[in-house]
C-alpha cells in the first residue's frame, strides 16, 4: 500500500461506479480520500444510489482540505479539481486519481504521482483483479466516457491484449 493517502477526483469514481467497478479501489489502495467538492459531485447524479454507493463504502473518505480556500491558481479547473489537488499536496498524497487533462496538467506541475480511470484498470489487470481491460474499456465507452483510439489502443498494448477491430 502506497505511504499517503491516494485522493480522488470525481469523474475516475462516477466511471468505476458506472461499469460496477468501484471495490477495484479498496482491493488496490485500502482508503481513498475524496474532497468535500468531489464527494457533492458524485452524488449530485443518480443522488440515491451514488449516496449509498458512499455509505456502503467506508473506506471512502471525504476529508475536509485544512485551507478551505486552496491558492491553486489554475484556469480552467472546477471546484472539485481544485480541492482534489489541495487536499493531494496538504497530505502529500502518494497518488492522484484524476481524469481530466487540465487537472492532470496541474498535478503533473505540482509533482504528484497521476492515475486515471484507465490506469486503475491496468493496474488492476496487473495484479489479476481483472482478467481483461478491453470489455471494460468498451463498457466505459458505453456509459460515455470519451476514451479515444489512441488511448484504447495504447492501453490494450500495456495490458497484452489484441487491438480492437475497427
Same mark, same amino acid.
Given at each position: 500500500?502506497?505511504?499517503?493517502?491516494?485522493?480522488?477526483?470525481?469523474?475516475?469514481?462516477?466511471?468505476?461506479?458506472?461499469?460496477?467497478?468501484?471495490?477495484?479501489?479498496?482491493?488496490?489502495?485500502?482508503?481513498?480520500?475524496?474532497?468535500?467538492?468531489?464527494?457533492?459531485?458524485?452524488?449530485?447524479?443518480?443522488?440515491?444510489?451514488?449516496?449509498?454507493?458512499?455509505?456502503?463504502?467506508?473506506?471512502?473518505?471525504?476529508?475536509?482540505?485544512?485551507?478551505? @480556500?486552496?491558492?491553486?491558481? &489554475?484556469?480552467? *479547473?472546477? $471546484?472539485?479539481?481544485? %480541492?482534489? +489537488?489541495? #487536499? /493531494?499536496?496538504?497530505?502529500?498524497?502518494?497518488?492522484?486519481?484524476?481524469?481530466?487533462?487540465?487537472?492532470?496538467?496541474?498535478?503533473?506541475?505540482?509533482?504528484? @504521482?497521476?492515475?486515471?480511470? &484507465?490506469?486503475? *484498470?491496468? $493496474?488492476?489487470?496487473? %495484479?489479476? +483483479?481483472? #482478467? /481483461?481491460?478491453?470489455?471494460?474499456?468498451?463498457?466505459?465507452?458505453?456509459?460515455?466516457?470519451?476514451?479515444?483510439?489512441?488511448?484504447?489502443?495504447?492501453?490494450?498494448?500495456?495490458?497484452?491484449?489484441?487491438?480492437?477491430?475497427?
Amino acid at each position: 500500500m502506497p505511504a499517503g493517502p491516494v485522493v480522488a477526483n470525481n469523474s475516475p469514481l462516477a466511471a468505476l461506479w458506472a461499469i460496477d467497478q468501484l471495490d477495484l479501489l479498496r482491493q488496490l489502495f485500502q482508503e481513498i480520500w475524496i474532497a468535500p467538492a468531489v464527494g457533492e459531485e458524485f452524488v449530485a447524479f443518480a443522488r440515491e444510489e451514488r449516496q449509498r454507493a458512499l455509505a456502503e463504502r467506508p473506506w471512502i473518505r471525504i476529508v475536509p482540505l485544512r485551507d478551505q @480556500r486552496p491558492r491553486l491558481s &489554475v484556469l480552467g *479547473l472546477d $471546484l472539485g479539481e481544485t %480541492q482534489t +489537488l489541495a #487536499l /493531494a499536496a496538504e497530505n502529500s498524497a502518494s497518488l492522484v486519481i484524476m481524469d481530466e487533462r487540465k487537472g492532470r496538467t496541474a498535478a503533473q506541475r505540482m509533482k504528484l @504521482r497521476l492515475t486515471g480511470t &484507465v490506469g486503475i *484498470l491496468l $493496474l488492476a489487470k496487473d %495484479q489479476d +483483479l481483472l #482478467l /481483461a481491460v478491453g470489455p471494460w474499456l468498451t463498457r466505459l465507452e458505453e456509459h460515455g466516457m470519451r476514451l479515444g483510439t489512441g488511448l484504447i489502443g495504447r492501453a490494450l498494448e500495456i495490458a497484452g491484449e489484441p487491438p480492437v477491430a475497427g
